[in-house]
């Protein structure tokens, strides 16, 4: 059997001070924010999950943003070894075999930081 989460309605007094938590909010421009850390957002989610309008697992923990982090930086880190390799006059096969990527991958790098890499 699912469990059926009951609707929580907040008080009146709960409603004004929510609303006045996301004019914050809106103020200062945060309204696309999936997981901003600034005090105001803070605030917010902070009391929506004390009147029980936010549970824990329904808020995204970051996990996407992260690992887009991770690929730019994967990306930065790999584009420096390409161009070093390209200036020393390697070619794309070359390239990807000493930095363990595919050609298409280094191709890939090579238009996204515009690299010129030597034809055969």
Request: with cysteine.
């Amino acid at each position: 059997m699912s469990k059926v989460k009951k609707r929580i309605r907040p008080t009146k007094e709960q409603r004004h001070e929510l609303n006045r938590l996301l004019d914050d909010v809106v103020k200062i421009g945060h309204t696309n924010e999936r997981n901003c850390r600034c005090t105001k957002c803070t605030k917010l989610n902070n009391y929506s999950e004390y009147i029980g309008l936010l549970d824990k697992q329904e808020i995204d923990d970051g996990r996407w943003d992260r690992r887009r982090l991770e690929t730019k930086h994967r990306h930065e880190k790999d584009a420096i070894q390409v161009t070093k390799l390209a200036y020393q006059g390697c070619k794309r096969e070359e390239i990807a075999n000493r930095i363990g990527r595919s050609r298409d991958y280094v191709s890939k790098l090579a238009v996204e930081f515009d690299i010129e890499i030597q034809s055969k």
